[in-house]
C-alpha cells in the first residue's frame, strides 16, 4: 500500500495550463473542413508549413461544394489561450475563428474572429467600396475599415494602431489570443492591440447596432472548435498551440 501511494505521488499528472498542439509541421489530424468530415481540396503540409493554395486543387475537385474553411475538429475550447503563427500573400485575407459550432452557413455567422489581412494593399487588388456601403459605411467606403483591419475583433472592436507591429505580407507575423469570460486578448507580434470583456452591455451593443445585428447567434456559444477562414488566398499557418485557462 505504502509503495502504491508513492507511485501515485510521483506519477505525472496532465496539467490544465499544459499547451496543446493543434498543428506541429507533421500531421494534420484533427482538421477538417467547416460542416465536413474531411479536409477541403487545397489544404495540405508543405515544408512543415499548414498550407492553403488554389494550385493544389485537383481537377477532380473543381467542382467541389462544402466549405473551404477548416476546424481543429479533435477538441473544443471555451476559455484558453491561442498561439498562431501565419503569412499571407500581397491582397490576402483570412481570419482566426473561435467557439466555432457547426451547421451554420459560414464561420462569420456564428463565430467572433481575429482578423487576418494585409493591411497595406488589400484595397489595390480587391474593391470593397459597394461591399462596405451594403454594411452602412458611408465615409471612404473604398478604404479598408480599422474594425477590418489585422488584430481587430472583425466589426465589433478596433486594434490600437499604435501598438501595431505588423509584419509585410509574405512575412511571419504571430498572433495571440487569450479568452476568459472577464476580459478578451489581441495580440500581434509580442503587443497587447486591444481587450474586452465578452457578453458585456458594450458588447452586446456593438452587436445589436452593427454587422452582426442579422446574425441571432453570432458569439452566443461559449464553447466550441478552433478554425481558420479560405478567402481565396494563399495561406500559411504553423505553430498553432492552444492552451486551456
Not at 512543415?48 to 485537383?58: C, D, K, P, Y
Not at 492591440?193 to 452582426?212: D, I, Q, R
Request: glycine share 8%; proline share 6%; aromatic share 14%.
Amino acid at each position: 500500500m505504502l509503495l502504491g501511494c508513492q507511485e501515485n505521488k510521483t506519477k505525472p499528472k496532465k496539467k490544465s495550463s499544459e499547451w496543446i498542439s493543434l498543428f506541429d509541421g507533421s500531421s494534420l489530424d484533427g482538421w477538417k473542413a467547416y460542416n465536413q468530415k474531411s479536409l477541403p481540396p487545397g489544404w495540405a503540409i508543405v515544408d512543415s508549413v499548414m498550407t492553403f493554395s488554389t494550385e493544389m486543387i485537383l481537377e477532380q475537385d473543381y467542382d467541389y461544394k462544402g466549405s473551404r474553411d477548416i476546424v481543429y475538429g479533435g477538441q473544443e475550447f471555451d476559455n484558453f489561450e491561442l498561439y498562431v503563427e501565419w503569412k499571407i500573400p500581397p491582397g490576402g485575407n483570412s481570419g482566426i475563428f473561435y467557439h466555432i459550432a457547426e451547421g451554420y452557413d459560414g464561420l462569420p455567422e456564428v463565430a467572433p474572429e481575429y482578423q487576418l489581412i494585409d493591411d497595406e494593399n488589400y484595397t489595390n487588388f480587391h474593391d470593397i467600396t459597394e461591399y462596405n456601403k451594403s454594411i452602412g459605411i458611408t465615409k471612404n467606403p473604398q478604404n479598408l475599415q480599422p474594425l477590418q483591419s489585422t488584430g481587430a475583433d472583425y466589426a465589433m472592436y478596433v486594434p490600437d494602431p499604435t501598438k501595431k507591429n505588423l509584419n509585410p505580407a509574405g512575412q511571419w507575423n504571430n498572433s495571440k489570443i487569450i479568452f476568459t469570460p472577464e476580459k478578451v486578448e489581441h495580440w500581434l507580434n509580442g503587443e497587447l492591440l486591444l481587450t474586452f470583456v465578452p457578453w458585456s452591455e458594450e458588447w452586446n451593443a456593438k452587436k445589436s447596432n452593427g454587422k452582426w445585428k442579422i446574425a441571432e447567434d453570432y458569439g452566443i456559444y461559449k464553447k466550441g472548435f478552433i478554425g481558420f477562414q479560405d478567402h481565396g488566398s494563399s495561406l500559411w499557418f504553423r505553430n498553432i498551440k492552444i492552451k486551456e485557462l
